[in-house]
C-alpha cells in the first residue's frame, strides 16, 4: 500500500522540496509514497482568488477564510487523517509520526497568515498539529518534518527494518552517543566497551548513556521515561482495586 500524503497550500512549488532528496526522494521515485501539493486558491471564487480576510473585531494580519479552506478540504476528503500544522496544536511525537506512517497517508493543510477562520475547525474534523514551541511564517515547513518523519518509517525507506528502533524518543529515552573511525581525534579515543565484541557491555552501555544524556538535557522526557516504567501493569492495579 503506498503512502498518499496531500497538502493542501499557498505555495505548493514548495512541495517536495526537500523530499524529493535522498531516502524521502528515492522512495518518492519507487512509489513507496506519493505526493501531491494542492493549490488553496484554485477553490476561491471571486476574481482575484482571494482566500484571506480583515480579522473578525480588528487586529493586525489577516484570517484565512473558512468557506474556502473547506472547499479545499471537501474535494481530497478521505479516510486518510487531516492535520493542520498550527502552533497551537498537540506536539508532534514520535509515537503519533509511527501511528501515521503505518496508515494509508495524510491531509495536511498548511495555514498562513494570523491564522485560520476557528469555524472550519469547529465545522471539520481537524487535527491540529504543532512540531514546537516557536513560530514559523506558514505550516509547509512543519509539514515537510511531518512527512520527513512518516516517510523514513515507510518499510524499505531505511534499509533494515531496524534501523529505526533505537533512535531518539522511540523508547522514551533520547539516543545514546555515536562514534566511528579514526579510532582517535584530538586525543579523544572511541570509549573502549564499543571495541570489546561483548554485545551485552555494548546494549547495557548504550542503554545506561541515553538515561544519563535524558536525565541531564531533557528532564521532561527523564520524567516521563520514569513514570511509565514504574507504572504496574493494568491488570495488578485492577486486582489491587478490588
Known sequence: MTFAATVLTLYPEMFPG???????????????????????????????????????????GMVMRADVLAAAIDAHADDRPLIAMTPRG???????????AEGPGVTILCGRFEGIDQRLFDARAIEEVSIGDYVLSG?????????????????????????????????????????????????????????????????????AEAEVVTRSRRPDLWERHIGARVQPPSGARQKKDE
Open 90 to 100: 498537540a506536539p508532534l511525537t514520535q509515537k503519533r509520526v509511527r501511528d501515521l
Open 139 to 207: 505550516g509547509e515547513v512543519g509539514a515537510l518534518v511531518l512527512l520527513d518523519a512518516c516517510v523514513r518509517l515507510l518499510p524499505g525507506v531505511m534499509g533494515a527494518a531496524s534501523s529505526g528502533d533505537e533512535e531518539s524518543f522511540e523508547s522514551g529515552l533520547l539516543e545514546y552517543p555515536h562514534y566511528t573511525r579514526p579510532f582517535e581525534w584530538e586525543g579523544r579515543t572511541i570509549p573502549e566497551v564499543l571495541r570489546s565484541g561483548d554485545h551485552a557491555k555494548i546494549a547495557a552501555w548504550r542503554k
Open 18 to 60: 526537500p523530499l524529493g532528496l535522498s531516502l524521502a526522494g528515492r522512495a518518492l521515485a519507487q512509489g513507496t509514497w506519493s505526493l501531491d501539493a494542492v493549490q488553496i486558491r484554485d477553490f476561491a471564487t471571486d476574481k482575484h482568488r482571494s482566500v484571506d480576510d480583515t480579522p473578525a473585531g480588528g487586529g493586525a
